[in-house]
């Protein structure tokens, strides 16, 4: 076993997706056991989220705010900060984006749009930073501190829904429509936001690969000692990267509101900000490739509608999603490591 | 007055049991040097899989034997990659929860919701359930917490006075010494990281085979994660940590009895206390601006590699 010093780049496209298809395989068993016909459901859920417009532009919906949660863990994974608050990030940004949504001066059309983008980015990056001060300060474990807020964040937004932001004469918790002057522009049969997200990626990946910030995070990510012996300020940096990681999940919101619900709801996040974390880790922390794989989870996501037709528990999504991650962490070691055997004369045994 | 504090005090109990399995199967974990983030997925597993057994065979014995079997098969996976590929650690525990809800999730849709008449019952022990309130409080529980009181101080016995226990706490803090020593340290990292998870396991059980006895979806509710900070605000001593349990433990149920008495505040707040309070006891136990040496094991989160320099 030794590590290889250079992955092929065929190698590092082809092995997520045997992984992937491991990880599907796998779950196979499980959809074996609870008396389902695999390929049937697999066949059913490609055709319906993949295979025609209607069921394409759904999934593309479903990735939208995917998107930008993968966007917002590969970032703060890129520098090695464990953000798993991409939920909770997520809702405070459409808690306030809302807020301005519902309750706000009403602008004319595309000013309206820019300070609620701005809203929802302000609520994300503000509740990041939070466990930014106190992972730089105090260095606390921003692990916990992230998760715990989701739920706080998540509790408060019920708080709303259910409470002064409900919607009159409804039982469920959604809060009225916000103004048709806040749509965002549809494109085709979605939604206007794919650009953003792709600008937004193009945006990131150029700064990551290009700036001197960008490599300044990927200096701290291998070692934070050499970093700041080279004069680098860790800290600033955990506020920045967290702050923008945190803005990136809040826009999650403001997609989800303004393109896709056009308006707020409890449990709005829905567990994108943890699935964001499969999509980012599955694409490497790429961003582009982000946009990809998230289409690929949004696409899964909605396939849940046409198997639960038939009896198939919607919760297929996120068991794929886990086993298809924990395949692809198994075979990151090929990636890294070839085995060889060795004679017992000591002599590699060369490759085939 | 007095009824309100046993009531109070007694379901405090409950609740630090069951989170303080899990707490002390990831104190082993840690200690041993692999950190589990997976704590909550491996809960919702244990609780679906006792569930399940119970529902079909009504045997609580048969119940625990899948717990521990489900939770021990995880581990098993999770050494794998933790261990022997030498996956990020903190990647493995996000799988692992992600796919633990999934999963359970999955095969439990179909008895979402039932009651099963089988679940653990409270036992009086004789004489000690007479001592007025701690009685009431303490020894009028079921089967599971008078297991905690045992493994509470067992525990902290193997941990501090043992010699296995010496190695564990060496493991997690120079593993390389201890394989120069010709101790195999993959083999016990693999046993503690197993013994940890099905004790995180057991922990799930406690909530649909103790506390309910019914299955819902994501029913431990962030559990895991009070019990993955309880680690650390117990500085990695079980005897602590069942003490932080108990602390959690009141102030949930607090906040749900405050709900009655104080109905002017929503009950969203009150649900966030647990979560406030985590995070709060978390700054104030690992916060950087203490003097004292950090009791964390310095090999945690740590690949050990043979080969690596």
């Given at each position: ?13 082809l ?8 990880g599907l395989?796998f ?16 066949a ?11 069921g ?16 917002s863990?590969a ?10 608050g ?10 306030l984006?809302g807020w ?7 602008l ?5 749009l ?14 990041a ?5 106190l ?11 992230t998760?715990m ?6 509790l408060?937004l ?7 932001w ?5 039982t ?8 048709d ?19 937004i ?11 001197t ?5 990927s200096?701290?990510?291998d070692?934070s000692?050499?970093a700041?012996y ?9 506020f ?9 999940a ?14 707020v ?19 490497q ?6 946009i990809l794989?998230?289409?690929l ?8 509608a046409?198997?639960q037709?038939?009896?198939v ?7 794929i999603?886990g ?5 692809v ?6 990636n ?17 | ?7 109070i ?5 409950v609740y630090?049991?069951?989170i ?9 974990s ?10 909550e997925g ?23 034997l ?45 008895v ?6 089988v ?11 007479k001592i007025?309130?701690?009685?009431k ?10 297991c ?5 101080p067992?525990?902290?016995?193997y ?5 296995p ?21 993959f083999a ?9 998870c ?9 909530i649909?085979?103790s ?11 962030g ?14 001593n079980?005897?602590?940590?069942a003490?932080?349990?108990?602390l959690?433990?009141g102030?949930?149920i ?9 109905p ?29 040496h ?13 080969e690596g320099?």
């Amino acid at each position: 076993m030794e590590k290889k010093q250079t992955v092929p780049l065929y190698k590092k496209i082809l092995n997520p997706i045997i992984c992937v298809l491991l990880g599907l395989a796998f779950s196979a068993i499980f959809i074996i056991i609870s008396g389902f016909d695999p390929l049937t459901v697999f066949a059913k859920m490609i055709s319906y989220s993949f295979l025609n417009s209607m069921g394409l532009y759904g999934s593309i919906n479903g990735a939208l705010p995917l998107m930008f949660c993968g966007l917002s863990v590969a970032l703060a994974f890129r520098m090695k900060l464990n953000n798993i608050g991409a939920e909770g990030q997520f809702a405070i940004g459409a808690v306030l984006g809302g807020w301005f949504a519902l309750y706000g001066p009403s602008l004319p059309a595309p000013f309206g749009l820019i300070v609620m983008f701005l809203l929802c980015a302000l609520g994300g990056g503000l509740w990041a930073a939070i466990a930014a001060a106190l992972k730089a300060y105090w260095k606390i474990n921003e692990t916990i501190v992230t998760l715990m807020f989701n739920y706080i964040a998540l509790l408060f937004l019920d708080y709303l829904c259910y409470g002064p932001w409900m919607a009159p004469k409804q039982t469920t918790a959604i809060t009225p429509l916000i103004p048709d002057s806040m749509y965002l522009p549809g494109l085709g049969g979605t939604s206007s936001a794919l650009i953003l997200a792709v600008v937004i990626a193009l945006l990131l990946q150029f700064y990551l690969q290009r700036t001197t910030g960008g490599y300044q995070i990927s200096v701290i990510r291998d070692s934070s000692q050499s970093a700041t012996y080279a004069g680098i300020s860790v800290k600033r940096f955990i506020f920045i990267v967290f702050i923008l990681s945190g803005a990136l999940a809040g826009l999650a919101g403001f997609v989800k509101v303004t393109g896709i619900l056009h308006r707020v709801q409890a449990q709005l996040p829905g567990g994108a900000g943890y699935t964001g974390i499969v999509v980012a880790y599955l694409s490497q922390f790429n961003p582009l490739v982000v946009i990809l794989v998230a289409i690929l989870f949004g696409g899964l996501q909605n396939s849940c509608a046409a198997v639960q037709i038939m009896g198939v528990p919607s919760q297929i999504a996120t068991m794929i999603q886990g086993t298809i991650m924990i395949f692809v962490i198994a075979g990151e070691f090929l990636n890294h490591y070839k085995i060889s055997f060795y004679r017992e004369d000591g002599m590699e045994v060369p490759e085939q | 007055m007095m009824a309100l504090i046993i009531s109070i005090g007694a379901a405090a109990v409950v609740y630090a049991v069951s989170i303080l399995y899990a707490a002390i199967g990831e104190i082993f974990s840690q200690r041993a040097g692999i950190m589990n983030l997976g704590i909550e997925g491996i809960m919702l597993m244990g609780a679906v899989s006792g569930f399940l057994t119970v529902y079909h065979t009504n045997s609580l014995a048969l119940a625990m034997l899948a717990v521990i079997c489900t939770g021990a098969i995880l581990g098993l996976v999770f050494a794998f990659l933790t261990v022997t590929l030498q996956s990020d650690q903190t990647v493995c525990g996000m799988a692992f929860l992600i796919f633990g809800s999934g999963l359970s999730g999955f095969i439990g849709k179909k008895v979402t919701g039932i009651a099963t008449a089988v679940k653990f019952h409270d036992i009086s022990i004789p004489l000690l359930h007479k001592i007025p309130v701690i009685g009431k409080i303490f020894f009028q529980q079921d089967l599971l917490v008078y297991c905690m009181y045992i493994i509470i101080p067992l525990s902290i016995f193997y941990i501090y006075k043992t010699r296995p226990g010496l190695i564990l706490r060496a493991l997690g803090e120079n593993p390389a010494a201890l394989d120069t020593a010709g101790i195999h340290v993959f083999a016990l990292r693999y046993a503690y990281v197993i013994f940890g998870c099905a004790m995180i396991a057991i922990s799930g059980a406690c909530i649909t085979l103790s506390y309910t006895n019914f299955w819902n979806e994501g029913m431990t509710g962030g559990k895991g994660w009070i019990a993955f900070s309880l680690v650390a605000f117990s500085r990695w001593n079980p005897g602590f940590a069942a003490l932080g349990a108990l602390l959690f433990g009141g102030i949930s149920i607090l906040g749900i009895n405050l709900q009655i008495y104080l109905p002017g505040i929503p009950t969203q707040f009150y649900s966030m206390l647990p979560y406030a309070a985590t995070v709060v006891a978390l700054i104030i136990t690992t916060g950087s601006f203490r003097k004292q040496h950090t009791a964390e094991p310095a090999a945690l989160c740590q690949k050990y590699d043979r080969e690596g320099r």
